[in-house]
């Protein structure tokens, strides 16, 4: 897998826009791992998001180019009246826990919640991530998280926005499993069907 810039979408044209949502409490570190994502960089004092944040890259998954719309969700409850429009036609949602705050790890019950009540998608990709296991002070263990992830049917990976670890199969990893699910990303496509296009209606061209 690796990333091209915009001047190889000529020579590899994108097959496929994906939109990937960032969910999870105020704090835990959703901007923080989109942008070391999309711009390999941190901010030690990042401000909240007010409402949504959106950003746009590509990478390159088995070959095929993919476009990714990445929208950052405010945790804030205050924004929270904008979430049914966020969710729509998501293919992949990560659902960001802070390592060192427990009740951050206990929202996501309501998180999850979120994801079924407002996604539009059945089979779209859930990933959690235990993020800032850099810092000394954990207080949710791996083995915690990966079997909320796994009771919820979701990938899971710990990571820090602040060190990069983790970050970069985070993404890798929810990319190639909508890619590899059938139907996700390449069912809004319209169909071509040769047969309604024939005069005689016999499955042939009517050319
Ligand atoms: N040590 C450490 N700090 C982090 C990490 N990720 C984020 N932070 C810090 O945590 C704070 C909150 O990060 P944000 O990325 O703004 O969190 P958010 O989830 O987007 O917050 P909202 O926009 O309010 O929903 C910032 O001060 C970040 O610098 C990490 O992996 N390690």
């Given at each position: 897998?690796?990333?091209?810039?915009?001047?190889?979408?000529?020579?590899?044209?994108?097959?496929?826009?994906?939109?990937?949502l960032?969910?999870?409490?105020?704090?835990?570190?959703?901007?923080?791992?989109?942008?070391?994502?999309?711009?390999?960089?941190f901010?030690?004092?990042?401000?909240?998001?007010?409402?949504?944040?959106?950003r746009?890259?590509?990478?390159?998954v088995?070959?095929?180019?993919?476009?990714?719309?990445?929208w950052?969700?405010?945790g804030?409850?205050?924004?929270?009246?904008?979430?049914p429009?966020?969710?729509?036609?998501?293919?992949?949602?990560?659902?960001?826990?802070?390592?060192?705050?427990?009740?951050?790890f206990e929202?996501?019950?309501?998180?999850?919640?979120e994801?079924?009540?407002?996604?539009?998608?059945?089979d779209?990709?859930?990933?959690?991530?235990?993020?800032?296991?850099?810092?000394?002070?954990?207080?949710?263990?791996?083995e915690?998280?990966?079997?909320?992830?796994?009771?919820?049917?979701?990938?899971?990976?710990?990571?820090?926005?602040?060190?990069k670890?983790?970050?970069?199969?985070?993404?890798?990893?929810?990319?190639q499993?909508?890619?590899?699910?059938?139907?996700?990303?390449?069912?809004?496509?319209?169909t071509?069907?040769?047969?309604?296009?024939?005069?005689?209606?016999?499955?042939?061209?009517?050319?």
């Open positions: 897998m690796a990333f091209i810039g915009d001047a190889d979408e000529q020579n590899n044209p994108s097959i496929t826009t994906l939109k990937i960032i969910i999870g409490e105020s704090g835990v570190g959703k901007s923080s791992l989109m942008l070391r994502f999309v711009d390999d960089s901010d030690p004092e990042q401000p909240a998001t007010i409402g949504v944040d959106f746009v890259t590509s990478m390159v088995d070959g095929n180019r993919v476009k990714l719309a990445i950052d969700t405010a804030q409850e205050r924004f929270r009246t904008l979430t429009s966020y969710y729509r036609g998501g293919q992949g949602i990560i659902c960001v826990y802070d390592v060192t705050n427990r009740s951050t929202h996501l019950d309501h998180w999850m919640t994801v079924d009540t407002y996604s539009t998608k059945d779209a990709v859930k990933m959690i991530v235990g993020n800032k296991i850099d810092l000394p002070n954990r207080v949710v263990s791996r915690e998280g990966m079997k909320f992830a796994k009771r919820h049917r979701a990938l899971f990976i710990e990571a820090s926005a602040k060190t670890e983790g970050v970069q199969c985070a993404f890798e990893e929810l990319i499993k909508i890619i590899q699910t059938p139907g996700l990303w390449d069912s809004d496509k319209p071509f069907r040769l047969g309604q296009q024939a005069t005689g209606g016999d499955g042939m061209c009517g050319c």
